[in-house]
Protein backbone atom coordinates (compact mmCIF):
# COMPACT_ATOMS: atom_id res chain seq x y z
CA UNK A 1 0.00 0.00 0.00
CA UNK A 2 1.39 3.55 -0.76
CA UNK A 3 1.55 5.08 2.68
CA UNK A 4 3.03 8.01 1.63
CA UNK A 5 -0.30 9.28 0.47
CA UNK A 6 -1.37 9.39 4.48
CA UNK A 7 1.11 11.89 4.47
CA UNK A 8 -1.86 15.17 4.68
CA UNK A 9 -3.52 13.14 7.72
CA UNK A 10 -0.25 12.40 9.21
CA UNK A 11 0.89 16.24 8.77
CA UNK A 12 -2.16 17.64 9.97
CA UNK A 13 -2.22 15.81 12.95
CA UNK A 14 1.24 16.53 13.89
CA UNK A 15 1.05 20.36 13.33
CA UNK A 16 -1.85 20.26 15.28
CA UNK A 17 -0.02 18.99 18.50
CA UNK A 18 3.29 21.26 17.12
CA UNK A 19 0.67 24.14 17.53
CA UNK A 20 -0.40 22.94 21.05
CA UNK A 21 3.18 22.69 22.05
CA UNK A 22 3.46 26.01 21.28
CA UNK A 23 1.71 27.63 23.76
CA UNK A 24 4.08 26.30 26.42
CA UNK A 25 6.62 28.92 24.52
CA UNK A 26 7.53 32.02 26.09
CA UNK A 27 3.86 33.86 26.17
CA UNK A 28 4.92 36.85 23.66
CA UNK A 29 7.09 34.82 21.29
CA UNK A 30 4.70 31.86 21.31
CA UNK A 31 1.65 34.20 20.58
CA UNK A 32 3.56 35.31 17.28
CA UNK A 33 4.99 31.64 16.26
CA UNK A 34 1.68 29.84 16.85
CA UNK A 35 -0.13 31.56 14.12
CA UNK A 36 2.73 31.33 11.75
CA UNK A 37 3.09 27.86 12.16
CA UNK A 38 -0.47 26.80 11.58
CA UNK A 39 -0.62 28.90 8.38
CA UNK A 40 2.95 27.85 7.02
CA UNK A 41 1.77 24.15 8.07
CA UNK A 42 -1.51 23.79 6.59
CA UNK A 43 0.30 25.63 3.19
CA UNK A 44 2.43 22.81 2.93
CA UNK A 45 -0.17 19.93 3.34
CA UNK A 46 -2.74 21.92 0.87
CA UNK A 47 0.73 21.97 -1.62
CA UNK A 48 1.02 18.12 -0.75
CA UNK A 49 -2.75 17.84 -1.76
CA UNK A 50 -2.77 20.03 -4.82
CA UNK A 51 0.28 17.52 -5.82
CA UNK A 52 -1.46 13.96 -5.32
CA UNK A 53 -4.49 15.07 -6.59
CA UNK A 54 -4.95 12.77 -9.23
CA UNK A 55 -3.56 9.55 -7.01
CA UNK A 56 -5.59 6.88 -6.28
CA UNK A 57 -5.46 4.13 -3.53
CA UNK A 58 -7.36 1.97 -1.34
CA UNK A 59 -6.41 0.99 1.87
CA UNK A 60 -7.63 -1.52 4.46
CA UNK A 61 -10.02 -3.43 1.77
CA UNK A 62 -12.20 -0.46 1.53
CA UNK A 63 -11.98 0.91 4.98
CA UNK A 64 -10.18 4.49 4.30
CA UNK A 65 -10.11 5.46 0.22
CA UNK A 66 -7.84 8.04 -1.50
CA UNK A 67 -9.10 9.25 -4.63
CA UNK A 68 -9.60 12.73 -6.80
CA UNK A 69 -12.95 13.47 -5.01
CA UNK A 70 -11.50 13.22 -1.38
CA UNK A 71 -8.38 15.46 -2.15
CA UNK A 72 -10.71 18.10 -3.83
CA UNK A 73 -12.42 17.79 -0.42
CA UNK A 74 -9.24 18.31 0.88
CA UNK A 75 -7.98 21.46 -0.74
CA UNK A 76 -11.58 22.78 -0.11
CA UNK A 77 -10.80 22.82 3.40
CA UNK A 78 -7.20 23.89 3.75
CA UNK A 79 -8.29 26.53 1.67
CA UNK A 80 -11.29 27.31 4.11
CA UNK A 81 -8.94 26.96 7.14
CA UNK A 82 -6.13 28.97 5.74
CA UNK A 83 -9.11 31.85 4.66
CA UNK A 84 -10.11 31.48 8.84
CA UNK A 85 -7.00 31.93 10.19
CA UNK A 86 -5.86 35.08 7.49
CA UNK A 87 -9.43 37.07 8.96
CA UNK A 88 -8.80 35.61 12.30
CA UNK A 89 -6.01 37.96 13.08
CA UNK A 90 -6.91 40.14 14.86
CA UNK A 91 -10.06 38.80 16.52
CA UNK A 92 -7.52 36.05 18.04
CA UNK A 93 -6.81 38.30 20.83
CA UNK A 94 -9.80 37.92 22.60
CA UNK A 95 -8.63 34.51 23.47
CA UNK A 96 -5.84 35.86 25.28
CA UNK A 97 -3.20 32.70 26.30
CA UNK A 98 -5.54 30.31 25.04
CA UNK A 99 -4.28 30.99 21.39
CA UNK A 100 -1.96 28.12 20.72
CA UNK A 101 -5.63 25.74 21.55
CA UNK A 102 -7.86 27.65 19.27
CA UNK A 103 -5.45 27.27 16.16
CA UNK A 104 -5.10 23.57 17.80
CA UNK A 105 -8.03 22.75 17.56
CA UNK A 106 -8.99 24.04 14.44
CA UNK A 107 -6.54 22.04 13.07
CA UNK A 108 -7.71 18.76 14.74
CA UNK A 109 -11.70 19.65 12.78
CA UNK A 110 -9.66 20.00 9.47
CA UNK A 111 -8.30 16.49 10.29
CA UNK A 112 -11.87 15.18 11.27
CA UNK A 113 -12.97 16.39 8.25
CA UNK A 114 -10.43 14.92 5.95
CA UNK A 115 -10.57 11.00 7.88
CA UNK A 116 -14.67 11.87 7.13
CA UNK A 117 -14.42 12.80 3.19
CA UNK A 118 -11.65 9.44 2.42
CA UNK A 119 -14.10 7.01 4.47
CA UNK A 120 -14.92 4.14 2.95
CA UNK A 121 -16.42 2.66 5.75
CA UNK A 122 -19.37 3.80 8.34
CA UNK A 123 -17.51 3.41 11.21
CA UNK A 124 -14.40 5.26 10.06
CA UNK A 125 -17.03 8.22 8.74
CA UNK A 126 -18.36 8.28 12.23
CA UNK A 127 -14.49 8.55 13.67
CA UNK A 128 -13.48 11.50 11.55
CA UNK A 129 -17.10 13.15 11.93
CA UNK A 130 -16.70 13.24 16.14
CA UNK A 131 -13.32 14.17 15.66
CA UNK A 132 -14.42 17.12 14.00
CA UNK A 133 -17.67 17.66 15.73
CA UNK A 134 -16.17 17.85 19.72
CA UNK A 135 -13.61 20.18 18.27
CA UNK A 136 -16.08 22.09 17.31
CA UNK A 137 -17.84 21.81 20.34
CA UNK A 138 -15.03 23.46 22.60
CA UNK A 139 -14.39 26.30 19.80
CA UNK A 140 -18.16 27.06 20.09
CA UNK A 141 -17.99 27.85 23.94
CA UNK A 142 -14.39 29.16 23.37
CA UNK A 143 -15.31 33.17 24.77
CA UNK A 144 -15.21 32.38 28.23
CA UNK A 145 -16.91 35.67 29.70
CA UNK A 146 -19.54 35.69 26.74
CA UNK A 147 -22.58 34.29 27.95
CA UNK A 148 -24.08 33.28 24.18
CA UNK A 149 -20.30 31.74 23.42
CA UNK A 150 -21.10 29.76 26.62
CA UNK A 151 -24.70 28.75 25.81
CA UNK A 152 -23.75 27.87 21.86
CA UNK A 153 -21.41 25.97 23.05
CA UNK A 154 -23.44 23.79 25.53
CA UNK A 155 -26.35 23.93 22.66
CA UNK A 156 -24.02 22.29 20.60
CA UNK A 157 -22.74 19.44 22.45
CA UNK A 158 -26.48 18.34 23.57
CA UNK A 159 -27.81 18.42 20.39
CA UNK A 160 -24.54 16.78 18.18
CA UNK A 161 -24.44 14.52 20.82
CA UNK A 162 -28.07 13.43 20.10
CA UNK A 163 -27.44 13.66 16.76
CA UNK A 164 -24.50 11.70 16.70
CA UNK A 165 -26.55 9.09 18.70
CA UNK A 166 -28.99 9.07 15.93
CA UNK A 167 -26.01 8.09 13.05
CA UNK A 168 -24.67 5.15 14.92
CA UNK A 169 -28.30 3.64 15.60
CA UNK A 170 -29.15 4.34 11.97
CA UNK A 171 -25.36 2.48 11.17
CA UNK A 172 -26.39 -0.07 13.35
CA UNK A 173 -29.60 -1.13 11.52
CA UNK A 174 -27.65 -0.68 8.06
CA UNK A 175 -24.50 -2.96 9.09
CA UNK A 176 -27.83 -5.44 10.91
CA UNK A 177 -29.10 -5.14 6.96
CA UNK A 178 -26.22 -5.62 4.96
CA UNK A 179 -23.57 -7.72 7.32
CA UNK A 180 -20.86 -5.21 6.52
CA UNK A 181 -19.80 -1.54 7.28
CA UNK A 182 -17.49 -0.87 3.83
CA UNK A 183 -19.49 0.56 1.70
CA UNK A 184 -18.53 -1.43 -1.64
CA UNK A 185 -19.90 -4.55 0.89
CA UNK A 186 -22.83 -3.18 1.88
CA UNK A 187 -23.79 -2.06 -1.97
CA UNK A 188 -23.13 -5.49 -3.30
CA UNK A 189 -25.07 -6.99 0.12
CA UNK A 190 -27.97 -4.94 -0.91
CA UNK A 191 -28.31 -5.69 -4.59
CA UNK A 192 -29.48 -9.13 -3.85
CA UNK A 193 -31.26 -8.75 -0.65
CA UNK A 194 -34.65 -7.99 -0.96
CA UNK A 195 -36.38 -4.62 0.57
CA UNK A 196 -36.41 -4.82 4.38
CA UNK A 197 -38.40 -2.40 6.97
CA UNK A 198 -34.71 -2.26 9.01
CA UNK A 199 -32.94 -1.40 6.02
CA UNK A 200 -35.76 1.96 5.75
CA UNK A 201 -35.25 2.83 9.44
CA UNK A 202 -31.48 3.28 9.28
CA UNK A 203 -31.43 5.13 5.91
CA UNK A 204 -33.81 7.40 7.55
CA UNK A 205 -31.60 7.67 10.85
CA UNK A 206 -28.60 8.36 7.89
CA UNK A 207 -30.51 11.22 6.87
CA UNK A 208 -31.35 12.80 10.13
CA UNK A 209 -28.01 12.53 11.56
CA UNK A 210 -26.31 13.64 8.58
CA UNK A 211 -28.58 16.18 7.91
CA UNK A 212 -28.16 17.62 11.41
CA UNK A 213 -24.48 18.19 9.95
CA UNK A 214 -25.60 19.67 7.05
CA UNK A 215 -28.29 22.28 8.76
CA UNK A 216 -31.21 20.79 6.87
CA UNK A 217 -34.53 21.38 7.73
CA UNK A 218 -36.20 19.84 10.29
CA UNK A 219 -32.91 19.07 11.63
CA UNK A 220 -31.66 23.08 11.71
CA UNK A 221 -33.02 24.02 14.89
CA UNK A 222 -28.80 24.23 16.36
CA UNK A 223 -27.69 26.49 13.91
CA UNK A 224 -29.06 30.42 14.60
CA UNK A 225 -27.79 30.31 17.99
CA UNK A 226 -24.83 28.75 17.83
CA UNK A 227 -23.84 30.69 14.66
CA UNK A 228 -24.66 33.68 16.43
CA UNK A 229 -22.54 33.00 20.24
CA UNK A 230 -19.75 30.86 18.74
CA UNK A 231 -16.88 33.26 17.57
CA UNK A 232 -16.72 34.77 14.45
CA UNK A 233 -13.78 32.60 12.75
CA UNK A 234 -15.52 29.52 14.26
CA UNK A 235 -19.22 30.07 13.00
CA UNK A 236 -17.38 30.92 9.31
CA UNK A 237 -15.59 27.42 9.28
CA UNK A 238 -18.41 25.77 10.75
CA UNK A 239 -20.63 26.75 8.02
CA UNK A 240 -18.61 26.11 4.64
CA UNK A 241 -16.04 23.48 6.25
CA UNK A 242 -18.03 21.43 9.01
CA UNK A 243 -21.09 22.08 5.95
CA UNK A 244 -19.21 20.58 3.05
CA UNK A 245 -18.17 17.58 5.25
CA UNK A 246 -21.16 16.73 5.46
CA UNK A 247 -22.06 16.89 1.61
CA UNK A 248 -18.73 15.08 0.84
CA UNK A 249 -19.81 12.31 3.43
CA UNK A 250 -23.61 11.97 2.11
CA UNK A 251 -22.83 11.84 -1.48
CA UNK A 252 -20.04 8.94 -0.48
CA UNK A 253 -22.90 6.87 1.59
CA UNK A 254 -26.23 7.21 -0.50
CA UNK A 255 -24.22 6.91 -4.15
CA UNK A 256 -21.56 4.39 -3.17
CA UNK A 257 -23.40 2.16 -0.53
CA UNK A 258 -26.87 2.58 -0.70
CA UNK A 259 -28.65 1.60 -4.21
CA UNK A 260 -31.91 3.77 -5.00
CA UNK A 261 -33.62 0.42 -5.46
CA UNK A 262 -33.62 -0.08 -2.24
CA UNK A 263 -35.60 2.71 -1.01
CA UNK A 264 -36.37 5.53 -3.16
CA UNK A 265 -34.37 8.07 -0.86
CA UNK A 266 -33.95 10.93 -3.68
CA UNK A 267 -37.72 11.50 -3.15
CA UNK A 268 -37.07 11.87 0.48
CA UNK A 269 -33.92 14.00 0.01
CA UNK A 270 -35.77 16.34 -2.71
CA UNK A 271 -38.56 17.01 0.03
CA UNK A 272 -36.31 18.06 2.38
CA UNK A 273 -33.96 19.99 -0.10
CA UNK A 274 -37.33 22.35 -0.99
CA UNK A 275 -38.21 22.56 2.76
CA UNK A 276 -34.68 23.62 3.70
CA UNK A 277 -34.78 26.28 0.78
CA UNK A 278 -38.47 27.94 1.82
CA UNK A 279 -37.76 27.86 5.42
CA UNK A 280 -34.00 29.03 5.23
CA UNK A 281 -34.95 32.08 3.35
CA UNK A 282 -38.40 32.93 4.88
CA UNK A 283 -37.01 33.06 8.25
CA UNK A 284 -33.96 34.79 6.96
CA UNK A 285 -35.84 37.97 5.72
CA UNK A 286 -36.72 39.38 9.47
CA UNK A 287 -33.13 39.04 10.80
CA UNK A 288 -31.96 42.47 12.15
CA UNK A 289 -28.68 40.41 13.43
CA UNK A 290 -25.89 39.75 10.55
CA UNK A 291 -24.59 36.81 12.26
CA UNK A 292 -27.56 35.37 12.59
CA UNK A 293 -29.13 36.45 8.96
CA UNK A 294 -25.77 34.57 7.77
CA UNK A 295 -26.64 31.23 9.67
CA UNK A 296 -30.89 31.45 8.35
CA UNK A 297 -28.86 31.93 4.68
CA UNK A 298 -26.57 29.24 5.47
CA UNK A 299 -29.71 26.69 5.90
CA UNK A 300 -30.77 27.72 2.85
CA UNK A 301 -27.71 27.33 0.54
CA UNK A 302 -27.84 23.87 2.16
CA UNK A 303 -30.74 23.57 0.87
CA UNK A 304 -29.20 24.66 -2.69
CA UNK A 305 -26.46 22.38 -2.54
CA UNK A 306 -28.84 19.07 -1.33
CA UNK A 307 -30.39 19.44 -4.89
CA UNK A 308 -27.20 17.92 -6.52
CA UNK A 309 -27.32 15.02 -4.48
CA UNK A 310 -31.39 14.95 -5.43
CA UNK A 311 -30.61 14.65 -9.18
CA UNK A 312 -27.35 12.32 -8.72
CA UNK A 313 -26.24 13.07 -12.38
CA UNK A 314 -23.16 14.14 -13.67
CA UNK A 315 -24.74 17.82 -13.78
CA UNK A 316 -26.17 17.74 -10.24
CA UNK A 317 -22.68 16.24 -8.64
CA UNK A 318 -20.60 18.80 -10.25
CA UNK A 319 -22.73 21.65 -9.20
CA UNK A 320 -22.48 20.40 -5.74
CA UNK A 321 -18.85 20.01 -6.15
CA UNK A 322 -18.59 23.41 -7.87
CA UNK A 323 -21.40 24.97 -5.49
CA UNK A 324 -19.06 24.43 -1.92
CA UNK A 325 -15.71 25.55 -3.18
CA UNK A 326 -17.35 28.67 -4.21
CA UNK A 327 -19.78 28.91 -1.22
CA UNK A 328 -15.87 29.04 0.75
CA UNK A 329 -14.95 32.34 -0.85
CA UNK A 330 -18.28 33.84 -0.71
CA UNK A 331 -19.60 32.64 2.73
CA UNK A 332 -15.92 33.57 4.32
CA UNK A 333 -15.43 36.92 2.74
CA UNK A 334 -19.07 38.09 4.67
CA UNK A 335 -17.97 36.30 7.44
CA UNK A 336 -14.72 38.56 7.37
CA UNK A 337 -16.50 41.42 7.52
CA UNK A 338 -18.58 40.34 10.15
CA UNK A 339 -15.15 39.77 12.05
CA UNK A 340 -13.94 43.13 11.55
CA UNK A 341 -16.70 44.81 12.22
CA UNK A 342 -17.29 43.18 15.51
CA UNK A 343 -13.88 43.69 16.95
CA UNK A 344 -14.31 47.30 15.70
CA UNK A 345 -17.93 48.28 17.81
CA UNK A 346 -18.35 44.86 19.59
CA UNK A 347 -21.52 44.05 17.41
CA UNK A 348 -22.95 42.72 14.83
CA UNK A 349 -26.63 43.67 14.81
CA UNK A 350 -27.22 45.28 11.11
CA UNK A 351 -26.61 48.87 12.89
CA UNK A 352 -23.17 48.11 13.07
CA UNK A 353 -22.91 48.28 9.47
CA UNK A 354 -24.69 51.54 8.94
CA UNK A 355 -22.52 54.00 6.62
CA UNK A 356 -19.95 51.52 6.30
CA UNK A 357 -19.48 52.22 2.69
CA UNK A 358 -18.45 55.82 4.03
CA UNK A 359 -16.04 54.45 6.70
CA UNK A 360 -14.73 51.78 4.93
CA UNK A 361 -15.66 51.20 1.02
CA UNK A 362 -13.54 48.21 0.53
CA UNK A 363 -15.46 46.18 3.23
CA UNK A 364 -18.78 47.23 2.16
CA UNK A 365 -17.48 46.50 -1.58
CA UNK A 366 -16.70 43.06 -0.47
CA UNK A 367 -19.53 42.07 1.74
CA UNK A 368 -22.15 43.50 -1.27
CA UNK A 369 -20.35 40.83 -3.97
CA UNK A 370 -19.90 38.17 -1.51
CA UNK A 371 -23.94 38.53 -0.25
CA UNK A 372 -25.37 38.84 -4.01
CA UNK A 373 -22.98 35.85 -4.96
CA UNK A 374 -25.06 34.28 -2.87
CA UNK A 375 -28.04 34.88 -3.84
CA UNK A 376 -26.79 33.96 -7.39
CA UNK A 377 -26.97 37.23 -9.05
CA UNK A 378 -24.27 36.84 -12.62
CA UNK A 379 -21.46 37.17 -13.41
CA UNK A 380 -20.62 36.14 -10.00
CA UNK A 381 -19.57 32.50 -8.31
CA UNK A 382 -23.39 31.77 -7.17
CA UNK A 383 -24.90 32.12 -10.41
CA UNK A 384 -22.42 29.55 -12.29
CA UNK A 385 -23.25 27.40 -8.95
CA UNK A 386 -26.82 27.24 -9.13
CA UNK A 387 -26.52 26.83 -13.15
CA UNK A 388 -25.12 23.40 -12.61
CA UNK A 389 -27.44 22.58 -9.40
CA UNK A 390 -30.80 23.28 -11.61
CA UNK A 391 -29.91 22.01 -14.41
CA UNK A 392 -28.96 18.76 -13.21
CA UNK A 393 -31.88 18.84 -11.26
CA UNK A 394 -33.94 19.56 -14.68
CA UNK A 395 -32.29 16.79 -16.14
CA UNK A 396 -33.40 14.34 -13.37
CA UNK A 397 -36.70 15.21 -13.58
CA UNK A 398 -36.95 17.68 -10.34
CA UNK A 399 -38.44 20.91 -12.50
CA UNK A 400 -40.64 21.50 -9.35
CA UNK A 401 -37.52 21.61 -7.00
CA UNK A 402 -35.91 23.55 -9.39
CA UNK A 403 -38.47 26.54 -9.73
CA UNK A 404 -38.39 26.43 -5.72
CA UNK A 405 -34.92 27.22 -5.92
CA UNK A 406 -35.40 29.87 -8.39
CA UNK A 407 -38.08 31.13 -6.65
CA UNK A 408 -36.20 31.27 -3.44
CA UNK A 409 -33.31 32.75 -4.88
CA UNK A 410 -35.03 35.83 -5.88
CA UNK A 411 -36.99 36.17 -2.66
CA UNK A 412 -33.16 36.12 -1.11
CA UNK A 413 -31.91 39.14 -3.05
CA UNK A 414 -34.29 41.18 -0.39
CA UNK A 415 -32.23 40.05 2.86
CA UNK A 416 -28.99 40.31 0.96
CA UNK A 417 -29.70 44.11 -0.09
CA UNK A 418 -31.12 44.70 3.24
CA UNK A 419 -27.35 44.63 4.07
CA UNK A 420 -26.09 46.58 1.54
CA UNK A 421 -28.96 49.20 2.47
CA UNK A 422 -27.42 49.69 5.82
CA UNK A 423 -23.73 49.84 4.27
CA UNK A 424 -24.27 52.62 1.57
CA UNK A 425 -27.52 54.14 2.97
CA UNK A 426 -28.21 54.21 6.89
CA UNK A 427 -26.76 56.67 9.07
CA UNK A 428 -23.68 56.29 11.63
CA UNK A 429 -23.38 58.15 14.46
CA UNK A 430 -19.61 57.17 14.34
CA UNK A 431 -17.73 58.21 10.45
CA UNK A 432 -14.29 57.55 11.83
CA UNK A 433 -12.65 54.87 9.05
CA UNK A 434 -12.54 51.38 10.11
CA UNK A 435 -8.92 50.34 10.07
CA UNK A 436 -8.43 46.52 8.55
CA UNK A 437 -5.45 44.44 9.61
CA UNK A 438 -3.14 43.09 6.96
CA UNK A 439 -4.00 39.57 7.42
CA UNK A 440 -7.65 40.62 6.93
CA UNK A 441 -7.08 42.32 4.09
CA UNK A 442 -5.48 38.98 2.09
CA UNK A 443 -8.38 37.72 3.36
CA UNK A 444 -10.37 40.18 1.34
CA UNK A 445 -9.47 40.27 -1.35
CA UNK A 446 -8.68 36.17 -2.04
CA UNK A 447 -12.24 36.23 -1.37
CA UNK A 448 -13.46 38.76 -3.57
CA UNK A 449 -10.94 37.76 -6.12
CA UNK A 450 -11.87 33.72 -5.79
CA UNK A 451 -16.25 35.22 -6.07
CA UNK A 452 -15.17 37.23 -8.98
CA UNK A 453 -12.70 35.24 -10.76
CA UNK A 454 -14.60 31.73 -10.67
CA UNK A 455 -18.03 33.55 -11.64
CA UNK A 456 -16.88 35.07 -14.62
CA UNK A 457 -14.21 31.83 -15.85
CA UNK A 458 -16.11 29.05 -14.37
CA UNK A 459 -13.54 26.17 -16.74
CA UNK A 460 -11.31 25.40 -13.85
CA UNK A 461 -12.94 24.75 -11.25
CA UNK A 462 -15.81 23.14 -13.30
CA UNK A 463 -12.25 20.59 -14.68
CA UNK A 464 -11.72 20.22 -11.57
CA UNK A 465 -15.09 18.82 -10.50
CA UNK A 466 -15.43 16.52 -13.61
CA UNK A 467 -12.04 14.71 -12.15
CA UNK A 468 -13.58 14.58 -8.67
CA UNK A 469 -16.77 12.82 -9.51
CA UNK A 470 -15.81 10.77 -12.38
CA UNK A 471 -15.32 7.75 -9.78
CA UNK A 472 -19.10 7.72 -9.26
CA UNK A 473 -20.06 7.16 -13.16
Not at 395 to 406: H, M, T
Amino acid sequence: MQYQLLTPEILTAVLGLFTLAAGLLPPQRGKQAVGILAVIGLAVILGNVILNFSSQTVFFDGVYQIDTYCSFFKILFLCAALLIFFMASRYTDFFGKRKSEWFSFMIFATLGMMIMVSSGDLLTLYVGLELMTISFYILSGYLLNDGLSAEAGLKYLIMGALSSAVLLFGMSLVYAASGSTVFTEIYRALSVTPNQPILIAGIVMLIAGLGFKISAVPFHMWTPDIYQGSPTPVTAYLSVASKAAGFAALVRVFLVALPATQFNWNLTLAVLAALTIVIGNLVALPQKNVKRLLAYSSIAQAGYILVGLVAANIYGLKGLLFYVMLYVFSNVGAFAVTTIIEVETGSTDLEAFNGLGRRAPMLAAVMTICLLSLAGIPPLAGFAGKFYLFSGAIQAGYLWLAFIGLLMSMISVYYYLNVAKAMYIGESEDEANVSVPVMGRLALWLCLLGTIFIGIYPGPLSHMTELAIGLFF
